[in-house]
């Protein structure tokens, strides 16, 4: 009887693969420093195998934070497009949107494990520092999207210092959601980030 032959993935199919591995292997608590050798012995290739799909392991956490990056704009584009009609005269309309943006962040988190390690600099530690600064603008960005978000809230509420007032709650939620996310990584996963979200979320906003 003849042996099996091993079908091999599309083009583009073994990418994922790789990072689908990376992710499931940076979920694990505790989980050391992953090397390329690990990763390989996971999927049962080569390391010279990885290397045809991605030049460097930067570049497969690059894939990564591309997949973070474009899933959680992807999701505020549809929180904001949701909460817009009522924006223009509903002071609550833009507190409730960035209430939802911080929600949705958690989420994501506790749905994707190891991403969250990724977001909050714990599996960047030993990688190259641009992949870290990628991070510091995605959360510069979730900042300046809060910030969009609240504008409305702080005029209509007829504060002397609004931009004073959004920078601040802007700041402080994005700080929140680091805080959150660092606690879910560093606890093995226990502590989950959406505990108490509402009543913290009523007590920023």
Known sequence: MAAPVRKRPKPGERRVQILQALATMLEQPGAERITTASLAARLD???????????SKAQMFEGLIEFI????FSLVNQIAERE??????????GTRQAGKVVAMLMQFAEKNPGMA???VGDALVF?????????NQFFDKIESTLKQALRTPAELSGSATPSVDIQVRAAVLTA?????LQRFARSGFKRLPSEYLDASLALML
């Open 45 to 55: 290739v080569s390391e010279a195998a990885l290397y045809r799909h991605f030049a």
């Open 127 to 135: 990688e190259n520092e641009r992949l870290q600064q990628r991070m």
């Open 84 to 93: 817009s009609v009522a924006a223009a005269t509903d002071a609550t309309t």
């Open 176 to 180: 929140f959601v680091v805080g959150r």
């Open 69 to 72: 990056e474009q899933t959680v």
């Open 117 to 119: 390690r990724v977001m």
